[in-house]
């Protein structure tokens, strides 16, 4: 497998980090997942924009443009033969000796590298269960930072409680997203979805939604759930790059509906299909 470290595409074995890289001493950095389709990156330019203002507001000194970030996500993906997957990408503040502030001259490190992902056929067919798990995040979630631990201890929390994925809420009225999805329900055929923002990150997956609903005159409000409103959805489900549209059946012992795939779901999820 090759990988991009900076301005050099090497072979994986081949690839360093130094030990004093501020990504991996702090989580000083911001990342992006992209996925391909058919050899085509889905929604490229919105995740680059994205990226863009995530290091514009960490302070970091990187162009995506001027570092020519499209042409290396292109030429990976040709170089080690993926035309349906997905590519990671990290761009850190770079080495300098640890220290929490700003080193005074920073240089940027960027990885990228591609990732196997397949779609979830059984869990977009069949839905899935979620788990409420208090949102202990900073409050920039907006940001695509690497600074991921309480993502990563929700999600082992739903591993552990057998549910697919987490249910973020702040306090009793508000529900957020997932700990890497965002979140959509239904209720008397409109979907409902958190604002865009610094409570979630605004997921790509979840701007394809929004499009979609606007282009079908689907209706559709942001606004933020309470835990009650939960208890009254006729459907839900979440999206994200990797999971695309998943139905969820259930959150913790609160039934979505009937228990199966709402017809607005199962609407959204064949209008998404078609774009990819």
Not at 19 to 26: A, H, I, K, S, T
Not at 39 to 48: C, D, K, R, S, V
Not at 132 to 150: F, G, M, P, T
Not at 241 to 253: G, W
């Amino acid at each position: 497998m090759y990988v991009w470290v900076n301005q050099e595409l090497v072979e994986r074995d081949r690839a360093n980090v130094d030990l004093e890289d501020r990504g991996y001493q702090f989580g000083d950095g911001v990342y992006e997942v992209i996925r391909m389709y058919h050899g085509n990156f889905f929604m490229l330019q919105e995740h680059l924009d994205r990226l863009q203002y995530s290091l514009n507001e960490v302070g970091i000194p990187f162009n995506v443009k001027e570092h020519q970030v499209e042409n290396k996500l292109k030429e990976i993906m040709k170089k080690n033969y993926i035309r349906d997957g997905a590519v990671y990408l990290q761009i850190t503040r770079g080495a300098a000796p640890r220290n929490h502030g700003f080193p005074e001259h920073p240089e940027p490190v960027f990885t990228a590298y591609p990732l196997p992902v397949t779609r979830p056929h059984q869990e977009q067919l069949n839905g899935i269960r979620m788990t409420l798990v208090e949102d202990l995040r900073w409050l920039r979630c907006d940001i695509k930072s690497l600074n991921l631990l309480w993502n990563v201890i929700a999600k082992q929390k739903a591993k552990e409680r057998g549910c697919f994925e987490t249910l973020f809420y702040r306090n009793e009225n508000h529900v957020t997203e997932g700990s890497s999805s965002n979140f959509f329900g239904v209720k008397n055929g409109v979907l409902i979805t958190h604002p865009a923002n610094s409570f979630i990150l605004n997921g790509i997956t979840r701007q394809a939604v929004l499009n979609i609903c606007k282009e079908k005159q689907i209706p559709c409000e942001e606004k933020v759930m309470s835990l009650n409103d939960l208890k009254e959805l006729d459907e839900a489900f979440i999206t994200s790059t990797t999971a695309e549209v998943l139905p969820v059946k259930a959150i913790d012992d609160i039934r979505i509906g009937d228990g199966s795939v709402g017809p607005i779901t199962r609407r959204i999820q064949k209008l998404f299909f078609e774009r990819t």
